[in-house]
């Protein structure tokens, strides 16, 4: 009986190591998951994007400019992918950062343009144009809110343009973000920008030096949507700078040195933020997005061969510098042709962060195929639609399709290398070959009907599926002066 009973014990010794044993893997397996799934969550990206104000598709070093000099922008540039065919989704400021922040066309939150619609002379307008919406939608689900409540510190950076107070659209720092579509100053004080604390500096380099002070104290993962006011008017130079490009010659429609001097400014400022990335050792782990939200003010500058610049939608006013940045995901120095958009810029941050999407109705696309080299191509046909008007600048040869307009009441397709311009007021229509004619100067629509009516339907059935609102009323102080 008793060595039945020290067996029992033996047996029972050997289980209870057993159990002992199985429960200590148990936990070694726990804590393994758990510091997987922490150091997977750590590893989310930072996430910065560069959107500048009326900064057009040559405005930069990378892109070809001979005057402008951006040796930051440039290297940053180089160390990922740039788009040759980027475009902005408006040719001016409110709609295309209402679409950057929606990831949605200009049909699905009304911003149409910078308030009001009917900018112009009335006598000049046959259509009365749809009325434009001036505040975004507290209804629209936006980048920062995805992001903030997903573990991110948001951070907005200058231009806002949206509302009021960023701080109601999931952004949880603002810096000098409010309605205002420009800086009555740039020299201080601002008087329509306010910087907490105040600032002497330069309003570009004010917000800068904010910007730099959260990225030196936020804990990762964060959201800086940086956007300098910077480029837009009114012009102020940075009088350190203008003497340099007062000795430069003029280049292919670049020739000013007080603009030059603000350009040569923000690329200062934006070389002081890679290095405090680099500093604090964030710079491997942060998606660098650089854009602007539509094309250079024509009379400033000039994108040529590209037609016209801000207001229009010729080339020159909505085709932008573009670059993705993100090490080890992102090849150094590679180039896509493929046409993108802001609208891509949503879609593409929360596929990075780990994010899903499928309650979000985004009309853009996850461009990381093409940004890691696994696809070069997107088929897909982009789209813009502005039912308003638009004056004209005050210079003599504006490149528009007339005198008085930037923009008259509209829609345009871009598919594959055609686009197509369409008009309510006549219904006039233009077509261009932008693989041999990217300055918009030979229109084909006459001599090329079966692709002028290809896309005129899918555009036609892109106002249906998108609600877009057509303006027909004429306008009964229109005086035709033909």
Sequence with gaps: ????????????????????????IFLVLLSSCSHQSKQKKNSRPN??????DDMGWKDVGFMGSEYYETPNIDHLSSLGMVFTNGYASASNCAPSRACLMTGQWTTRHGIYTVSPSTRGKSEDRKLIPTKNTHTLSNNHTILPEVLRDNGYVTCQAGKWHLSDNPLEYGFDVNIGGGH??????????????????????YLTDAIMEKAIQFIDTVQKPFYLNYSPYAVHVPIMPVDSIVPKYEKKAPWNGQGNP??????????????LLIHKLKERHLFDNTLIVFTSDNGGLYGITKQKPLRAGKGSYYEGGIREPFFFVLNNKIKPNTKSDVPITNLDVFPTIIEYAGIGNSQLALDGNNLSSILEGKTETLERSLFWHFPIYLQAYNVKDNENRDPLFRTRPGSVIRKGNW?????????GI?????????GERNNLATANPEKTEELLKDLQNWWQDTKAPIPTILNPEYKDKI
């Design 419 to 427: 686009k197509l311009h369409y008009y309510f007021e006549d219904e």
């Design 47 to 52: 996430i910065i994007i560069i959107n500048v």
């Design 1 to 24: 009986m008793k060595v039945l009973s020290i067996k029992r014990k033996i047996n029972f010794s050997k289980e209870l190591l057993y159990m002992r044993l199985l429960f200590t």
């Design 430 to 438: 233009e077509l261009y070959n932008l693989s041999e004619d990217i």
């Design 180 to 201: 205002n579509g420009l800086p009555k100053s740039y020299y201080p004080p601002y008087k329509n920008v306010t910087i907490e604390g105040g600032s002497d500096k």
């Design 258 to 271: 007080e603009y030059a001097s603000m350009v040569d400014n923000l690329d200062r400022n934006i070389g």
